[in-house]
């Protein structure tokens, strides 16, 4: 199979990168439409936004995922092939329509009701030759996507067979997760994004104890030695973006921002974000580092609507 983007062609399953240059993420999840009450519509799911931001970033991700042979599945490949990101592993599936979500608005937020056995609950193996696995560097996985014994079984796979190091983007949607499959993500994950709610919820504390420093701190701190995280991130919404890596990794933290100064202004920028759309930038920002393994640093334009753009290198 060939495909082309950027004016370049290459053959799925050929790759030169060397071992150590391993710099490409493949995104694992749902692809979806958030349908809101006024009748709108928004193409997300939390792994496609990755996926999204990424190629804009040149990042060049393989999303795997699965729509519907309907509409609504055309025109998300339609999206993507006009915005130059690989639809080669998103898998047309027969019997189960495209992903969609009914969303609304309370207090500035959104609330979401998932509809069940959607098509990226049906996710398929990638055959190897599409895979082009010897450029991956990671893969990124959210915990809403294995809801499904299929998708959950193809990610397993997808990990055993690859030995691949894991980002795992908690989302506990009820009635969408349990402990057991929730705890499977995090003793396999390298990085996980969790917010202060799925902390609260996820250390068995009240959410309004954590509101304190120390309370937060100390949460993090169990959950991270209870599944050996090395690096573990909790959003706290207006509050700010909290990160405890493991002890042996600040180290590493220091290289990656090289001093606080460039988080600061990374920061800062996103806290002037809504709560939604700065979930989204700090994922695509921390999945980004990790993919790249430097310390430069990247500040993004977080207009709403637009796609972010690259401002400033450090």
Partial sequence: MTFTRGGSQKTAGESNVPPDRRTRAAIFGEILFDHFPDGSRVLGGAPFNIAWH????????????????????????????SW???????????????????????????SFEIAPDQAWDHIPLPEPDLLDAASLGLLYHGSLAIRSEDSGR??????????????????????????????????????????????????????????????????????????????????????????????ARYMEMILVFRNWKIWSRIHKVLMRCKNWLQNI?????????????????????????????PLIRA
């Avoid at 990424?54 to 092939?81: K, N, Y």
């Avoid at 130059?84 to 959104?110: C, F, K, M, N, W």
């Fill in 154 to 247: 193809t990610l397993r796979s997808l990990l055993e067979e690859r030995g691949l190091p894991t980002f795992v983007d908690i989302n506990l949607r009820p009635p969408w997760w349990t402990p057991e499959t929730v705890g499977w993500c995090l003793d396999r994950a390298r990085w996980v994004k969790a917010s202060l709610e799925e902390l609260a919820i996820l250390s068995e504390s009240d959410v309004s104890h954590l509101r304190t420093k120390e309370a937060c701190v100390e949460a993090a701190r169990r959950l991270r030695d209870r599944h050996d995280i090395p690096w573990l991130v909790v959003t706290r919404g207006s509050e700010g973006t909290k990160f405890f890596p493991a002890p």
């Fill in 281 to 309: 930038m700090l994922k695509c920002f921390m999945t980004y580092m990790a993919l790249k393994r430097q310390s430069s640093v990247i500040l993004m334009s977080t207009v709403p609507g637009r796609i972010p753009l």
């Fill in 54 to 81: 990424l190629c804009g970033f040149a990042a060049d991700p393989l999303l795997i995922s699965a729509v519907g042979v309907d509409e609504p599945g055309r025109e998300i490949l339609d999206h993507m092939d």
């Fill in 84 to 110: 130059g990101l690989h639809t080669r592993l998103v898998a047309q599936v027969s019997g189960y329509p495209t992903g969609r979500v009914d969303a609304t608005i309370q207090d500035g937020e959104p």
